[in-house]
């Protein structure tokens, strides 16, 4: 995806699926063509003079104020269609980038299928309306009467070899050295710690945090790292000393060598209130807060499981925990004709046969020439 001001990012996710190094140039020239068309910084633009004239709508008019919502939703709707012009018009630049290097004009047509492959598709799907990319069958049509109409080389480069070089070894799935679940505990093998979270709370694992929430969404608990490099109690105090915040004094408890600054606090929200604990905590070089609140007319309920929480946070020296590692790509050239249904009978994968098909784009019972390479994956799965 772009962002405004020539940002481009590539997910990981992605770059298991494309099969050469011209479909990632396809994607990466369609990006470029959102940053080359300005589409980024004219969604926006639009935007804020839709967001202004509603505004300014509402001043005079009731009915505008009545009716805002479903005008704000009437606007979205609108941009989605200016969303999926941009999409159609960055597919075109980006095969006219990529022919322009020497690439072939296929290569886009292997994205599309891709796409569709691994998008799901039938009645369990939007409307096309609604999205904001167009069905990525209906690209890879558009893209074919494209290249039919440009003339654009259907012979140029694919460097199948090269790009299967370059992601051989590449982390397959979520990399469980950033942290992982089993169940409600929670497993850091880089930092080496573990915390266990309320049972029957719905976890959430990401690159900034990792929290839980009841099946009620009136309360819950987070963890994170400080940024500013402070000793626990005096980030405790400065939390408590906020604005809009009080509670305390605060307390300490042992977590094997683990000393927990906590206390209890009510703060003021745009809501109204919210009540909760706060703990601050060393451990390594980090220093860690857990913060789990809820509505006042919750707090009660789930106090305990929140201060259970807390307290659960513990080091980890259990070299099981601490040497997990994630299941990596691994590029095989078969060395006879063979299925790559047949091929998984054969050498047992970490990962189910559908994925690896999706990965290679081939049907599971199509038979493979040797010397065909294709992506497999070694490992043990976590959990």
Do not use: C
Request: aromatic residues 8%; hydrophobic residues 40%.
């Amino acid at each position: 995806f772009a962002l405004p001001g020539g940002f481009i990012y590539v997910t990981r996710g992605i770059l298991l699926h494309f099969d050469s190094e011209a479909e990632l140039m396809g994607v990466l020239g369609h990006e470029v063509g959102h940053v080359t068309a300005r589409h980024g910084a004219s969604q926006m633009s639009r935007q804020q003079l839709q967001m202004g004239l509603l505004g300014a709508g509402a001043v005079f008019s009731e009915t505008v104020r009545t009716y805002g919502a479903l005008a704000m939703q009437g606007m979205q709707l609108l941009n989605l269609s200016y969303s999926r012009g941009d999409e159609s018009e960055s597919d075109r630049l980006g095969l006219r980038y990529i022919t322009r290097l020497g690439y072939d004009a296929d290569a886009m047509i292997g994205v599309f299928e891709m796409l569709a492959a691994t998008g799901g598709g039938g009645g369990s799907r939007l409307p096309e309306w609604q999205p904001t990319h167009p069905y990525p069958e209906n690209r890879e049509a558009a893209m074919r009467d494209e290249i039919a109409t440009t003339g654009a080389s259907r012979s140029g480069t694919m460097n199948r070899d090269v790009y299967l070089d370059m992601i051989d070894g590449m982390v397959v799935g979520v990399n469980p050295r950033d942290g992982y679940f089993e169940e409600q505990r929670f497993l850091h093998p880089n930092l080496a710690f573990e915390m266990t979270f309320p049972a029957g709370w719905a976890t959430v694992n990401q690159k900034t945090l990792v929290g839980a929430q009841p099946a009620s969404e009136d309360a819950v608990v987070l963890l994170t790292v400080e940024q500013d490099a402070t000793d626990p109690a005096t980030a405790l105090s400065t939390f408590l000393a906020a604005e809009g915040i009080s509670g305390g004094p605060g307390t300490t408890t042992a977590s094997g060598a683990i000393t927990i600054h906590r206390s209890d606090f009510e703060a003021a929200v745009e809501q109204g209130t919210v009540s909760g604990e706060v703990a601050y905590l060393q451990h390594g070089d980090l220093t860690y807060r857990i913060l789990g609140y809820a509505a006042p007319a919750s707090w009660a309920t789930h106090r305990s499981a929140v201060s259970t929480a807390i307290s659960s946070f513990a080091a980890v020296d259990d070299p099981q925990v601490l040497d997990v590692q994630p299941l990596r790509l691994a590029i095989v050239t078969l060395d006879e004709a063979t299925s790559l249904s047949r091929w998984v009978q054969e050498n047992p994968q970490p990962l189910e046969l559908e994925v690896l098909a999706r990965y290679n784009r081939v049907d599971p019972a199509e038979v493979l020439d040797p010397g065909t390479r294709i992506k497999t994956a070694v490992g043990t799965p976590i959990g």
